[in-house]
T-cell receptor, first 114, second 111 residues
Framework: QKEVEQNSGPLSVPEGAIASLNCTYSDRGSQSFFWYRQYSGKSPELIMFIYSNGDKEDGRFTAQLNKASQYVSLLIRDSQPSDSATYLCAVPNAGGTSYGKLTFGQGTILTVHP | DVKVTQSSRYLVKRTGEKVFLECVQDMDHENMFWYRQDPGLGLRLIYFSYDVKMKEKGDIPEGYSVSREKKERFSLILESASTNQTSMYLC??????????FGPGTRLTVL
């Protein structure tokens, strides 16, 4: 099993819809979770992070974390064409000399069509 | 604003050349990372460093080495470039437990 798995998509949604991006992870000791957005030809940029079980909202973005199920998701409400990008889930290693290293999922390609 | 800079956005080298990719961060972060990103393969960690002169292999270190003589600077070295090292190279830095910041990337082509 991969350490961090995402549905690779591509995911296509109409403008104004909710886009749902999912990520599962294998390290039960992981404490924090990050969602990055990467536009084509650009480097990843952080859009959300979450530490606690439950939901965290920031504008049109909501991150949901369920540590028992080892599952983190990102919802994008009122999707816009400018949200079209690859979304990367990242999970830190829990300990040892790899402490500080983030493990990234393969990314989900999202396309929002007008 | 945290800034991670990389020495070149685009680089073209010939097979067998020694290649240096430089990365500098301005926020006194302990941890620095080098990744390569290829279509369909995602982000793959080459090496990382958690302190000056300290380094640890990532998932794909073969053909690469690194140097961290100063806290703010982390260099990736391709000892003898090969065509299969043509890729986008991304440097990043992080201060635990916070987010990781990426540089703009270097697109390296090896002919």
């Amino acid at each position: 099993q991969k350490e961090v798995e995402q549905n690779s998509g591509p995911l296509s949604v109409p403008e104004g819809a909710i886009a749902s991006l999912n990520c599962t992870y294998s390290d039960r000791g992981s404490q924090s979770f990050f969602w990055y957005r990467q536009y084509s030809g650009k480097s990843p940029e952080l859009i959300m992070f979450i530490y606690s079980n439950g939901d965290k909202e920031d504008g049109r973005f909501t991150a949901q974390l369920n540590k028992a199920s080892q599952y983190v998701s990102l919802l994008i409400r009122d999707s816009q064409p400018s949200d079209s990008a690859t979304y990367l889930c990242a999970v830190p290693n829990a300990g040892g000399t790899s402490y500080g290293k983030l493990t990234f999922g393969q990314g989900t390609i999202l396309t929002v069509h007008p | 604003d945290v800034k991670v800079t990389q020495s070149s956005r685009y680089l073209v080298k010939r097979t067998g050349e020694k290649v240096f990719l430089e990365c500098v961060q301005d926020m006194d972060h302990e941890n620095m990372f080098w990744y390569r990103q290829d279509p369909g393969l995602g982000l793959r960690l080459i090496y990382f460093s958690y302190d000056v002169k300290m380094k640890e292999k990532g998932d794909i270190p073969e053909g690469y080495s690194v140097s961290r003589e100063k806290k703010e600077r982390f260099s990736l070295i391709l000892e003898s470039a090969s065509t299969n090292q043509t890729s986008m190279y991304l440097c990043a830095s992080r201060d635990l437990p916070n987010e990781q910041f990426f540089g703009p990337g270097t697109r390296l082509t090896v002919l």
